[in-house]
């Protein structure tokens, strides 16, 4: 199948497949004249990163976790250590999202949000905070 059927069945963007390509992701067959001709399991791979994508694992992680699915005398620990280590990751990002929510939303609380100049939410902003740089830095 060419990369617009592998992309329709897979639910992922041609674009995607061809970045999954380029980092070696996948390895579709080339035909003489260069077109790319995908197979069934190369179309299950497709599946499996976009499933493992939409949970937010990373490239990384995705290159481990194939390594490992295909890995037929892998230890399921090994597995469950790649998911327990993503979700750690996801609880510490709800964590600071939390924090985010909260900080914003007293911001917005504290502005009267009128006509007059005075906004609580620019002066937070522009506040220099002790032990942090100018530049703040972003996760």
């Known amino acids: 199948m060419n990369i617009g059927d592998a ?3 897979s ?6 497949i061809r970045y999954y390509e380029d980092i070696g992701l ?7 004249n ?7 399991t190369d179309l299950h791979k497709l599946t499996f990163l976009g499933r493992a994508r939409s949970l937010g694992f990373t ?3 995705c290159r481990t976790l194939l390594t490992l699915y295909r890995d037929r005398a892998r230890a399921s620990a090994d597995v469950k250590h790649v998911a327990q280590d993503h979700l750690a990751c996801i609880d510490r990002k709800i964590v600071e ?3 985010m929510r909260r900080t914003l939303s007293h911001l917005v609380e504290a502005c009267a ?3 007059r100049p005075d906004c609580p939410i620019l002066a ?9 740089s100018c530049a703040r830095q972003s996760n």
């Open 26 to 32: 996948i390895e579709p067959l080339r035909s003489a």
């Open 11 to 16: 639910g992922l963007p041609a674009k995607t």
């Open 97 to 99: 999202l939390t924090e």
């Open 7 to 9: 992309a329709q069945l």
């Open 34 to 40: 260069g077109y790319r001709s995908f197979r069934e």
């Open 124 to 132: 937070d902003l522009a506040a220099v905070v002790p032990g942090q």
């Open 113 to 115: 949000g009128d006509d």
């Open 59 to 61: 490239i990384d992680d």
